[in-house]
C-alpha cells in the first residue's frame, strides 16, 4: 500500500463549489507534487513544492490553488471548476528535488467529477 | 524541456511470453530514468530507476531495464510475463535540477492466461 494518503478518494462537485483536496505523507520527504491524469493519459505535473514553498507551476488555472502548510501536508483548493478539469488528481513526494535517482512516491489518486 | 515516447500503445502476450517496451526520451541534461507500473484501480509504482553507473538495471518482479545512452533509450524488460503483469507502464525522466518528472504515453500491456 501506499504511504502517500489522499482525500477523498472520489469527489463530485458543481461548477460553483469549493473544495479541496487533501494529500498527506510521513516518509519525512521535502518535495510534494499535484499531477493530473485524465482517461487513458499520462499523469500531467501541475505543482512543485520543495521545503514548503512553490517551486513550479505549470501554468496551471488559477482556479486551482495549492497549499502546503506543512512538510507533511499538501492541499489542493478547488473554486469554479469546468467539467473538463474532471479527473484523476494525484500527489507525490519525494526526499528532494533535485536529488539524483530520488523517485517519486505517489498516492491513490481523487477521482473528481465536475458536474 | 525533457521528453519521453513510449511507441507501443497497447501490447497483448500469453503468459510465458517475453517482454520488451520500449521508451525513448529526449534531454539535453544528466538524466534520471525511471518505469512505473499502474496496476487496475492502484497507485503509480515504482519498477526501476536508472541514474548513474551500470546501465543495466533491475528491478521488482523480475523487471529490468537497460539504459542505452547513443540510442536515447531506456527499454524495459521480463523473461517471462504473468496473468498478474496486465497493467499500464510508464517511462519517465527526470530533469538534471531534480524537480520535474516527465511521464511517457504509457503502454498497456494485457496478457492472457
Known amino acids: 500500500d501506499t504511504e502517500v494518503t489522499q482525500t477523498p478518494k472520489h469527489l463530485v462537485m458543481g461548477m460553483t463549489n469549493k473544495k479541496s483536496l487533501k494529500c498527506e505523507q510521513h516518509?519525512?520527504?521535502?518535495?510534494m507534487y499535484w499531477y493530473k491524469q485524465k482517461a487513458k493519459k499520462p499523469p500531467e505535473l501541475m505543482f512543485v513544492?520543495?521545503?514548503?514553498?512553490?517551486?513550479i507551476n505549470e501554468s496551471v488555472p488559477s482556479r486551482f490553488s495549492p497549499e502546503c502548510p506543512n512538510s507533511s501536508l499538501l492541499n489542493l483548493h478547488l473554486h469554479a471548476l469546468q467539467p473538463e478539469d474532471s479527473a484523476l488528481y494525484l500527489c507525490a513526494s519525494s526526499q528532494e528535488t533535485g536529488l539524483r535517482g530520488s523517485p517519486l512516491h505517489f498516492g491513490n489518486g481523487t477521482r473528481l467529477t465536475v458536474t | 524541456a525533457q521528453s519521453v515516447s513510449q511507441h507501443n500503445h497497447h501490447v497483448i502476450l500469453s503468459e510465458a511470453a517475453s517482454l520488451e517496451l520500449g521508451c525513448n526520451y529526449s534531454?539535453?541534461?544528466?538524466?534520471?530514468l525511471f518505469w512505473y507500473v499502474q496496476y487496475p484501480g492502484q497507485h503509480l509504482q515504482l519498477l526501476l530507476k536508472y541514474f548513474s553507473g551500470d546501465p543495466l538495471v533491475k528491478g521488482i518482479k523480475g523487471f529490468e531495464a537497460e539504459f542505452i545512452k547513443s540510442k536515447f533509450s531506456f527499454n524495459l524488460r521480463k523473461p517471462s510475463v504473468q496473468w498478474s503483469d496486465t497493467a499500464e507502464y510508464f517511462c519517465a525522466v527526470k530533469n538534471n535540477a531534480g524537480n520535474m518528472l516527465t511521464f511517457g504515453g504509457g503502454t498497456r500491456l494485457m496478457v492472457k492466461p
Open positions: 516518509m519525512g520527504h521535502r518535495a
Open positions: 513544492y520543495s521545503y514548503e514553498k512553490l517551486s
Open positions: 534531454y539535453g541534461g544528466t538524466v534520471n
